[in-house]
Each structure stands twice: as structure tokens, then as C-alpha cells.
């Protein structure tokens, strides 16, 4: 194999020994492709990657006629790209040339996220009339393309004219953060100056059910550069005033853009400013935001700043949340920081299992069943939930912490919990009781 890579890199070495070759224009437009399809948090269609290339940072306008062919951009890069016909997608021609480039890129283009993170923030800035930065995958095209200050000269004949506008809104600061000093006052201008930044959202009852933090929000700048992790930024904005979190609990604030984007630094910043680690928004609080995530980092963190387990979101507490999404580390970092610190005697069996151990821990029926009622006694919530979620969950999570259930019998309690121990049958309502047959297949 090292040969093999050797080979590829010695390939891929003279097809860039080529490009730097070329003509300076030329050469200047390969790199920039290579740049932009390396660095990009996606696979760009062609469309994209030509209104990209075509942006000029010096100018007021966009002019169309910068627009490369795709003949111009396939013919500069030496044969290292290509154009998927069924996707429109242009990617590299192997995946060895990608696994090249995660080695080298910094040898070949190494300002390549800096200028994509310069070309969003004027793309956007030419196209500021846009009213609204909410996104949605259903109406995203009626609810973005309103009004625009486009050149006079320039009819926008349909949504396509602005081709990199969803890219750019997506993924501007994701570029800029690691330019962030760099690109200080870049971004502090391109947020002063653009109106949909400025204005607070008005969630309406679709936007309650619909509403997601994978999108960046529509909000002040503080939300903003949280969602995207611009921890020098968002301290700017603190330092000059702006709030560090918001009153209404139908929006999302900052500290929450930031969890769901496991943007610890930026966290940190916020927690420390005064934001705070228990507000929610519509039932949800960072803690359980966190173990969504699986982040172990950012629950470790938010724990330390003062975030309260026993606080539940949408009706389930930080443990009951792990516990149904089988978040090993969720569950294990909740005891050793809340329930079950070192020195606690209250819950024996949890307390061994989350204790350091290099081998399995061998665990009987007897064990699993005091177990079980240790977990329930912290998270009574799961005594209402479906069989399944309750003992296969908890018995999936075991096993990752280390337990060996040497037991054969423990997979009776799956098939007919109560015949095994009478008073499982106290432990869950009898509705999840009668499910748990359901699931004898589904033994892990």
C-alpha cells in the first residue's frame, strides 16, 4: 500500500508540475478550482463553482461576463477534475486524488478557505436585498429570492442567476473559522451592513414544528456567529454591547447555536459572558442538545459551567434522553459528574461500571436487574416508555461502558421479563410489559 501511495503521489506531483506550467491566468484558475473543490463543505455543481470563480472582491457588481467556461475550467486542471453528467456535481477524478490533496493542500493552495470565505462575504453583500435568511428545504427558493439590487443592465430571469447565494449563506462562516483575525474586519462589516442580520425572527406555528439548527439562524449577530463557531467575533459583538442571550423562549439563542454546532471555544465564551446553560427554547436545553450531538467534550463542559441534569427538555431529562438514544458517553458522563461522583455509595452498580477497568465487567441477571433499577430510580420518566427503549437501550449502553453479561438467561428478560423476576412487572406499566415480545428478535 505505501508504495501504491507513493506512485499516485508521484502522478499527482507532475499533473501540478503541469498546472504551475501553464500560463499565469491559467494557472491562476486551476488552483483556484482545485482550491474551491478541496476546501468546500460540500460537493459543488458546476453552476456553483463558476459564480464562485467569477466573483471579483474589488468590484461593486456581479459581472456574468467573468463567468469561465466549463470547457476553460477541464482543460486548466490536467485531468485531476471531473463533471458527474447524471448530478452536475465536479469533483475530483479519483478518490486518491482526494486523499492527495488532504495531505498536500497547504503546499498547493494554502489561502484556499480564506478567499472562498472573502468570495461568500461579497456574494451575499452583492445580493443584500434579500429579505429573509431563513431556510427551508420546501419553500427556501419563494422565501429568498424577493428583491435584489442587481446591476441595471441585469435582469434576473430566474432563481438559477444566483447560483452560489444558498452555498454562501450555508457555509460563509464555516470558511472564515479559521481566518477569523484575519477576516475581523471582513465579517464585523459584512454583518453591520446586511439588514437580514439585524432583525429578529418571527417564528410562526409552521416554523415551531418545522424548526432545526442545522440552518443558520435568523437573528442578531451574536446567534449568528455562534451558529458558526466565530468565537473572536461573537466576543466582538459582546464587547460592544449586544446581548449574550435572548429573552424570547420560542427562539433559539446564542449559547444553543453554538452547542448544536459543538463549537466548544465558543461556548465557553458565552457560558462565561452570562449566557445561560439551563435556558430553553420550545422544551429544549443545551445539556440535551449536547447529548443529541453525542458530543462527549461539550456535555463534559457544560456540566462544569453549571448546566442542571435534572432539568428535562420536551419532557425527558439529559440521563433519560442518553439513555434512549444509546449515548454510551452521555450516560457515562452523567453519572461520574452528577449522579454517581467518585466516592458515591447511593448507586453501587452504576458506580462500578463507569469506575476505570481495563477488562469486561461480568455481570449476572441479579446485576442487570439492580441495575435497572438504579437507572429507573435517577430517570423515572423511562418507566413510561416502550419496553424496548428501556431494556434493550439500557443493555445496549452497558455493554459499550464494558459489561461482559455472562448471564444466558438475561435474554429471558427480552422474551417474558416477568415470569424471570415477578417484580419487573412493579418496575414498568403493564402496557410496556406486553410490548417487550415484540422485540425478541431484536436482542442485541
Request: with cysteine.
Amino acid at each position: 500500500m505505501p508504495l501504491a501511495r507513493e506512485a499516485y503521489d508521484l502522478a499527482y506531483d507532475e499533473a501540478m508540475e503541469r498546472i504551475n506550467s501553464q500560463y499565469a491566468d491559467s494557472r491562476d484558475l486551476a488552483l483556484q478550482v482545485l482550491g474551491w473543490i478541496n476546501r468546500a463543505a460540500r460537493p459543488l455543481k458546476t453552476a456553483e463553482l463558476q459564480h464562485g470563480l467569477a466573483v471579483e472582491l474589488d468590484e461593486n457588481a456581479f459581472d456574468d461576463q467573468n463567468i469561465p467556461a466549463i470547457e476553460d475550467i477541464q482543460s486548466v486542471c490536467a485531468g485531476l477534475i471531473m463533471i458527474d453528467e447524471q448530478s452536475d456535481i465536479i469533483r475530483l477524478v479519483h478518490y486518491t486524488t482526494q486523499e492527495y490533496f488532504e495531505r498536500t493542500w497547504t503546499q498547493w493552495f494554502p489561502d484556499a478557505d480564506k478567499k472562498i470565505a472573502k468570495t461568500c462575504i461579497h456574494y451575499l453583500s452583492l445580493f443584500s436585498g434579500a429579505r429573509d435568511w431563513r431556510m427551508d428545504d420546501s419553500s427556501w427558493q419563494l422565501r429568498h429570492f424577493g428583491n435584489y439590487r442587481l446591476r441595471t443592465d441585469h435582469a434576473l430571469q430566474n432563481i438559477l442567476d444566483l447560483c452560489l447565494y444558498e452555498y454562501a449563506f450555508r457555509y460563509w462562516g464555516r470558511h472564515c473559522r479559521g481566518q477569523q483575525k484575519e477576516l475581523a474586519s471582513d465579517i464585523l462589516e459584512f454583518l453591520k451592513a446586511h439588514p437580514g442580520v439585524r432583525s429578529k425572527p418571527r417564528p410562526s406555528a409552521e416554523d415551531s414544528r418545522s424548526f432545526s439548527l442545522n440552518d443558520p439562524p435568523v437573528c442578531d449577530p451574536v446567534c449568528l456567529t455562534a451558529a458558526f463557531g466565530l468565537a473572536i467575533i461573537v466576543t466582538e459583538f459582546l464587547n460592544r454591547g449586544f446581548s449574550v442571550d435572548l429573552k424570547d423562549s420560542q427562539v433559539a439563542g446564542p449559547l444553543h447555536w453554538a452547542v448544536a454546532g459543538d463549537h466548544l471555544e465558543t461556548v465557553s465564551v458565552l457560558v462565561n459572558a452570562g449566557a445561560g446553560p439551563n435556558r430553553h427554547f420550545r422544551g429544549r436545553r443545551s445539556l440535551s442538545i449536547a447529548i443529541e450531538k453525542e458530543s462527549g467534550p461539550m456535555i463534559t463542559l457544560l456540566l462544569e459551567k453549571g448546566a442542571n441534569p435534572s432539568l428535562k427538555s420536551n419532557g425527558l431529562t439529559p440521563l433519560a434522553t442518553a439513555l434512549i438514544l444509546r449515548s454510551a458517553a452521555g450516560v457515562k458522563l452523567l453519572l461520574e459528574l452528577y449522579y454517581c461522583p467518585a466516592g458515591s455509595i447511593t448507586k453501587p452498580k452504576l458506580r462500578l461500571i463507569i469506575s476505570d477497568h481495563s477488562d469486561p465487567i461480568p455481570f449476572s441477571l441479579d446485576d442487570f436487574y439492580e441495575l435497572c433499577h438504579e437507572i429507573l430510580d435517577l430517570a423515572p420518566e423511562l418507566r413510561e416508555r416502550e419496553g424496548q427503549a428501556v431494556f434493550l437501550g439500557i443493555r445496549e449502553v452497558l455493554q459499550r461502558l464494558g459489561v461482559n453479561f455472562q448471564d444466558p438467561s438475561l435474554s429471558k428478560i427480552i422474551e417474558d421479563p416477568v415470569s424471570v423476576y415477578p417484580s419487573f412487572g412493579a418496575m414498568l406499566p403493564q402496557r410496556a410489559i406486553a410490548m417487550l415480545p415484540a422485540f425478541r428478535g431484536s436482542t442485541p
